[in-house]
């Protein structure tokens, strides 16, 4: 049996922390880490539609409405695309809203 990796492209506000979840997914031999790019619009359809990625993960210092916005796009753009949201503590209303365009979210605090 022929498995393919799983292809990720991970869309960042805050490279740092981009740069660390990249570091943790590229040891796992099974995940591709094809690209790493800004929370950019056009930026984020021009790198989908050349590398394809099966997840896109999306790393947000804050959800609000604009953010919203490009999931939404993206969604109806890409729509068998996993989104999975990295971020800080967001409101319920602002996480229901979140969870009915994307597969995930984590939340990116944790206390020592």
């Known amino acids: 049996m022929n498995q393919t990796n799983i292809k990720i492209c991970i869309s960042y506000h805050q490279k740092l922390i981009a740069d660390g979840i990249c570091c943790i997914l590229s040891q796992d031999k099974k995940m591709d ?6 929370n950019n619009p056009v930026l984020l359809e021009r790198e989908i539609n ?4 099966d997840i896109l993960l999306l790393e947000a210092e ?7 916005e490009l999931l939404k796009i993206l969604r109806q753009k890409f729509p068998v695309i996993k989104m999975l949201v990295v971020s800080g503590s967001v409101s319920h209303q602002v996480l229901n809203e979140l969870l ?10 944790c206390e020592a």
Request: proline fraction near 7%.
């Open 50 to 53: 050349i590398h394809k990625p």
């Open 100 to 109: 009915l365009i994307v597969e995930g979210y984590l939340l990116r605090t």
């Open 33 to 38: 880490v094809c690209k790493l790019c800004l």
């Open 62 to 68: 804050y959800i609000g409405p604009h953010f919203i």
